[in-house]
């Protein structure tokens, strides 16, 4: 699937197959304060690149293939700055290259030069969040943040979901985000691909309790604007 650039899942004993564009008209909103209880961010550079190419043999028409692409293929997603961006700016260019043996024509080159970049561009700001228990957030949903400052407000991608429940915390979900701007980004409808629509706002607006999740909160803020070279 990653080579291909698409995401699955199963229900129902049924395979999905979509890419992630194709989502269906929905998304959730979270404030901080307000149903968010916490969130730590970081931007990373670490396994950025500034372009992917991808070369190979066409048995065929006997001629070596070769297929770069950059930042210009996340289209709409590149609604702030992008790592590729950040790189060109400040390192010069970072390029990967990738060779395969397999026999490959031009579009098959191209498709994967255009997934594996995706694939790391989508990871350049990543997060982790706890909210109040929230069920109708699941992977595959489009999250928007308030309240987190400047660089990290703006619509997520949901990559992973916990949903827990205990006799102190109540109902509270967990939950890992990315996306490959860092910056403010325009907004749209999300959900999880396949599901129904779901309001804009969750209902719970409980505020987080005074003491040890005040603190904790504080210091997930201070993650919030940190960009990291490795």
Not at 1 to 16: M, N, R, S, T
Not at 99 to 106: A, G, K, L
């Amino acid at each position: 699937a990653v080579p291909l650039g698409v995401e699955f899942w199963v229900e129902d004993d049924i395979l999905f197959v979509i890419n992630r564009g194709e989502a269906s008209d929905s998304r959730l909103s979270l404030e901080y304060g307000h149903g968010l209880i916490s969130f730590q961010a970081q931007a990373n550079l670490a396994k950025q690149v500034s372009q992917v190419s991808v070369a190979g043999w066409n048995p065929q028409q006997k001629e070596a293939i070769a297929e770069t692409v950059d930042r210009q293929i996340l289209g709409n997603e590149a609604t702030g700055k992008t790592a590729g961006e950040l790189i060109e700016n400040w390192l010069g260019d970072r390029d990967q290259r990738l060779v395969t043996h397999m026999p490959i024509d031009t579009q098959h080159a191209r498709s994967i030069a255009e997934a594996e970049y995706r694939s790391q561009a989508r990871r350049f700001v990543t997060g982790l969040g706890i909210c109040d228990g929230e069920a109708r957030l699941r992977i595959g949903t489009y999250l928007d943040l308030d309240g987190l400052g400047e660089l990290f407000d703006g619509r997520y991608y949901v990559s992973a979901v916990t949903h827990s429940f205990d006799m102190t915390t109540g109902f509270r979900t967990a939950f890992e985000v990315e996306r490959p701007v860092l910056g403010t980004t325009q907004t749209r409808k999300a959900s999880h691909p396949g599901r129904g629509k779901a309001t804009t706002k969750p209902k719970s607006m409980r505020k987080p309790k005074p003491g040890p999740q005040k603190s904790t909160a504080k210091s997930s803020r201070k993650n919030t604007s940190t960009v990291e070279e490795h």
